[in-house]
C-alpha cells in the first residue's frame, strides 16, 4: 500500500539514514494514503519546528506490519496509518528526500555535516581543501551522469575529508553512521541525538485500549482520553473514527477535532452532507474551526440550515469570529427562530453597531 508520511526536511534527512523512530511527545509514526493530509501534516511540524515541509512516499505492507509488532501498535481506520514501534528504512519507496543532489561547496559540507550529524560551527566548512576538491570532482562527474549515488559521494568525502571520518564506521548502502571512537565534539543537538527509551504515557494507553474496544461507548471514552492529555495527534485519531460504525462515534471524533489546534478540513468535508444531522451538525462546525480563510462560509451554510441542531451546533462558535468582520453570520444568528441562538448573537454584538431586531 502506497502512502505518504509528512515531516520536516531535517528529519526527513535523519530518516533517509537511520529509518522511522518514533520521537516525544507523539509516540508515533504517521501516515496517510492522501498526499494531501501528509503535506498538510508536514506543514505543521515544519511550522513547529521551524523547518521546512517534506513529504516522503512508502510502500507499506499492514499485515505484515501487524505480525511482526502486534495488532495493538498498528492502527489503520479511514487512510491512516499510526504504529508504535520503529519503521525501517525499506519501506521508502525512494532513498532521496527533499534534498536535492549536492552539487555547490556550501551543499556539499551540508551534505557531509549532515551526515555525521555535526552542527555547522563543528563540522566542516565549504571553504575546506577537501570541499573544494570533491566540489571539482561532483561537477567533472555530473557531465557523464544526472545523479551521483551517495555511496559514491561518500567514497569520496571520506578520501579527502579523512580527519572528519576518523573513528565513524558508515554503510554505504543505509549510510547509517557509528562512531567506533569519539574523536570530536559532534555537538548534536536533542532532536539528532540518539533517542532514549519512549516512556509511555499509561494514560495514553488505556486511551488506545478503548479506541480499540469493539464498544462504542469505550471509542468515545478513548477520544476524550486523549482529549484531556493534549494528545499532540488528537486531530489524527479522530480522522481514523470518521468512518465508525457507530454513529456516537463519529460525533464525537467531529466535536473532539473543536479542541484541536490544526487539522485538515478535507477529511470532515464528506460528513457535511450527512443525511443524520447530528453528523451533519458536528461536521459544519468542526469545519468552521479549521477551514481557515474558508471558515465564514460553513458558518453561514450551518446557520441555514434548516435543522435547528446543526444552527445551535454553529452559532456556539460564534464568539470565535468578529462581530464588525462577519455581519452575515452574526446577522443570521440575529434573526434565528430559535430564541437561544438569537439570544447568544445578541450578546455578542451588543454596542457593535447592530441595529436592534424587530419582533
Not at 25 to 52: C, I, L, M, N
Not at 134 to 161: F, G, S, T, Y
Not at 206 to 234: C, H, N, T, Y
Amino acid at each position: 500500500m502506497i502512502v505518504y508520511h509528512g515531516t520536516t526536511r531535517r528529519r526527513a534527512e535523519q530518516i533517509r539514514l537511520e529509518g522511522f523512530k518514533p520521537k516525544k511527545p507523539s509516540r508515533k509514526v504517521w501516515f496517510a494514503e492522501s498526499r494531501r493530509y501528509a503535506e498538510g501534516r508536514a506543514k505543521t511540524q515544519a511550522h513547529r519546528a521551524h523547518d521546512r515541509p517534506a513529504v516522503l512516499t512508502c510502500n507499506l505492507d499492514i499485515n505484515r506490519l501487524r505480525e511482526q509488532f502486534g495488532a495493538r501498535r498498528v492502527f489503520y481506520r479511514n487512510g491512516i496509518v499510526a504504529i508504535d514501534a520503529a519503521v525501517p528504512i525499506s519501506v521508502l519507496r525512494s532513498q532521496t528526500t527533499t534534498m536535492e543532489q549536492p552539487v555547490t561547496p556550501d551543499e556539499l559540507a551540508q551534505w557531509v555535516n549532515g551526515l555525521l550529524r555535526l552542527k555547522p560551527h563543528k563540522g566542516v566548512g565549504c571553504r575546506h581543501p577537501g570541499i573544494e576538491r570533491l566540489w571539482r570532482w561532483v561537477i567533472n562527474r555530473l557531465n557523464d551522469q544526472p545523479r551521483i549515488h551517495p555511496a559514491e559521494l561518500l567514497e569520496m568525502a571520506r578520501k579527502w575529508l579523512p580527519e572528519f571520518f576518523e573513528g565513524v564506521t558508515v554503510d554505504p548502502q543505509s549510510l547509517h553512521v557509528h562512531r567506533t571512537v569519539e574523536t570530536m565534539d559532534v555537538g548534536l543537538s536533542p532532536e539528532d541525538a540518539p533517542s532514549s527509551p519512549i516512556e509511555s504515557d499509561p494514560r495514553q494507553d488505556e486511551a488506545l485500549e478503548s479506541l480499540a474496544s469493539p464498544k462504542p461507548r469505550q471509542r468515545v471514552r478513548g477520544l476524550s482520553i486523549l482529549a484531556k492529555i493534549e494528545d499532540l495527534d488528537l486531530f489524527e485519531w479522530c480522522a481514523m473514527c470518521l468512518d465508525d460504525e457507530s454513529t456516537d462515534v463519529v460525533v464525537a471524533a467531529l466535536r473532539t477535532m473543536l479542541r484541536c489546534e490544526e487539522g485538515d478540513p478535507e477529511v470532515i468535508l464528506p460528513l457535511a452532507d450527512s443525511e443524520d444531522k447530528r453528523v451533519r451538525a458536528a461536521a459544519t462546525a468542526a469545519l468552521a474551526r479549521h477551514a481557515g480563510e474558508n471558515a465564514p462560509y460553513w458558518f453561514e451554510r450551518g446557520l441555514k440550515d434548516p435543522s435547528t441542531c446543526v444552527r445551535m451546533e454553529v452559532a456556539t462558535l460564534l464568539p470565535t469570529l468578529d462581530p464588525a468582520t462577519h455581519r452575515l453570520a452574526f446577522e443570521l444568528a440575529r434573526h434565528d427562530p430559535n430564541p437561544e441562538i438569537a439570544r447568544r448573537a445578541e450578546r455578542l454584538t451588543t454596542g457593535k453597531g447592530y441595529q436592534k431586531v424587530r419582533c
